[in-house]
């Protein structure tokens, strides 16, 4: 059993050590928004900026002041009110009666063989006119140069799709927590720093920023190809890159800023429709998940606790790597990076939010999302 112990850990040190100095190495060679100018006039293509809102009344009127303060000499903006039932059309309404740029599309019912967001960001994209497409969410923020400097950043990479990581607004020990552990385990799950590499599969997206050219957006087949993705905006990125066309990601700190879910409560329930989805509705895929979680940021605390010899030397190894990238995590994000030791709570819980969300999907058969029930076998023919 001790053996045993010495290899497992072997192993998994191993895999810490040479995955997380790709990972980490390659986080740092991302680009970092601020290390960019802000393009003249005559350099900026006219952009459409388009977001879907529905019942968003508490966040909206704040991220609106900031779309429409944004220095940029072309810019229009699509907002979409998706079927709300709070406030929201009356203040998109309000909004635009006094911002000339502000362009405002009501849907009042949802189609068959679609999903609310796609649907709604679909019809944002008929009604644009711009030459670059930004899809954001409605409740982002953003500073009055980050188009400027977005376009500079584009123009240097030769990008045709650009993503932007921005900030996170957090409050509190959960948040604190949990959010930088999620972007984590994004970091090793997806490999930003291979994005831009045609040769690597590897692709992303985020709903905060996501940056296109119109013409790419329509060879890849628009909204329309992901009509029923539950995670819309990560699929975006992977058609794009299977049109073989060249994306890329950047460090955007707070020119992007967003509010997330607030508290632990609702971060549980805020994920409760994306995680099975991120896992292709697969029980399987996501069983596989659960057990990586735990055995890799879990099981090593267990073996400096519990073991001896080789087998708590090793397990020390996979834990202080994770623990440093976590404390990177934190200080990027704006957080202190003593909350690094909280790393196997934040895989303890993030295990949970993924069996809670497929358990829920699989036994409600489907999602609801905003209110609108889909069918869990329409969603899996849905999938790209």
Partial sequence: MHLFGILFF????LLWIVYGLETAIGAVRLPWFKDFPSAADSECPKISLIFAARDEQEKLPQALATLLEIDYPQLEIIAVDDR????TPRILD?????HPRLHVVHIPELPAGWLGKPHALQKGY???TGD????????????????????TLLRRFNFDHLTLFGDVEMIGFWERALIPFFGMFFQFAIQPHKVSNP?????????????????????????????LEVVDDVKLGKIVKMGAFRSGVAIAQDAVSV???AGLTNLIRGVEKNFFAAAQFSPLVALGQFLALLLFNVVPFAGVSLGHGWVRVLAAVCVFVPLCFLASVDFVMGVSPFYCVTLPLGAVMFSYMLLRSTFITLKQGGIIWR??????????????
Wanted: with cysteine; aromatic share 12%; net charge positive.
């Fill in 126 to 128: 008929e009604a644009s």
């Fill in 10 to 13: 072997a192993l998994l040190a």
């Fill in 84 to 87: 709300s039932t709070d406030a």
């Fill in 371 to 384: 209110g609108t029930f889909y069918k869990l076998d329409e969603l899996r023919r849905g999938v790209v």
């Fill in 132 to 151: 670059w497409l930004l899809f954001t969410d409605a409740d982002v923020k953003f500073k009055p140069d980050t188009l400027r400097r977005t376009i």
């Fill in 259 to 261: 509010r997330w879910h």
């Fill in 94 to 98: 309000n909004f635009a009666s006094t």
């Fill in 199 to 227: 040769r690597s599969t590897a692709y992303v997206g985020v709903g905060a920023f996501q940056m296109l050219k119109r013409s790419v957006y329509e060879a890849c087949g628009t909204h329309r190809r992901l009509a």
